[in-house]
């Protein structure tokens, strides 16, 4: 089975612009989180989505906004980009709030200029 | 909210060495424990868990043990080899799973 895919793997924006990071869960997974990771530090929580409904979300301002489609993939939003945007987002997938384990896909790289 | 602290690094080692990497949380309730790797290149895998406390979680010769009354979950391996050259992070989660709390992450370095 494939693991957690996202897309696109790099990607160079500058300031102002708009961004859509995409993901695939493990097939059968229903819940999607997203997380950021700045270089040197570890991932900080930014939303969690199951069945498509928002379950939780990390302190981000309202420019970050995401969805989950009937397929369990997920989109992340993010408006008017500041330099401070540039990070890892990964997105990581949960089949079942039992396991309390998460399988990460391996991110995207986006740098804002 | 939830806080993880970790040991800072980076750790280097002779192989065969003994590993310690310190971690400390600060939860409300009775949060999940986990430790996941991250080695060059790739994403983040969980490594072990503990869900209650005096829970130990191993895999891959790692351990750790979940302290409650220490607020500790202290990563060990008796006899690193080169190929455990990673980045460690720790982490927190409650009921919620998708959510954790991660620590800033060990960069870890073994020699021959």
């Known amino acids: 089975d494939a693991g957690v895919t996202q897309s696109p793997t790099h990607l160079i924006k500058t300031r102002g612009q708009h961004v859509t990071l995409r993901c695939s869960p493990i097939s059968g997974h229903k819940s999607v989180s997203w997380y950021q990771q700045v270089l040197g530090q570890g991932p900080q929580f930014i939303f969690q989505?199951?069945?498509?409904?928002?379950?939780g979300r990390g302190n981000f301002p309202d420019r970050f906004s995401a969805r989950q489609f009937p397929n369990y993939s997920s989109e992340l939003n993010v408006n008017a980009l500041l330099l401070g945007d540039s990070a890892l987002y990964l997105c990581?997938?949960?089949?079942?709030?039992?396991?309390?384990?998460?399988?990460f896909g391996e991110g995207s790289r986006l740098t804002v200029l | 909210g939830d806080s993880v602290t970790q040991m800072e690094g980076p750790v280097t080692l002779s192989e065969e060495a003994f590993l310690t990497i310190n971690c400390t949380y600060t939860a409300t309730g009775y949060p999940s424990l986990f430790w996941y790797v991250q080695y060059p290149g790739e994403g983040l895998q969980l490594l072990l868990k503990?869900?209650?406390?005096?829970d130990k979680g191993s895999n891959k010769g790692f351990e750790a043990t979940y302290r409650k009354e220490t607020t500790s979950f202290h990563l060990e391996k008796g006899s690193v080899q080169v190929s455990d050259s990673a980045v460690y992070f720790c982490?927190?989660?409650?009921?919620?799973?998708?959510?954790?709390?991660f620590g800033q992450g060990t960069i870890l370095t073994v020699h021959p």
């Open positions: 990581a997938s949960l089949k079942g709030f039992d396991t309390g384990e998460l399988f």
């Open positions: 503990a869900t209650k406390a005096d």
């Open positions: 982490a927190c989660g409650g009921t919620s799973y998708g959510k954790l709390t």
């Open positions: 989505y199951y069945e498509k409904e928002e379950r």
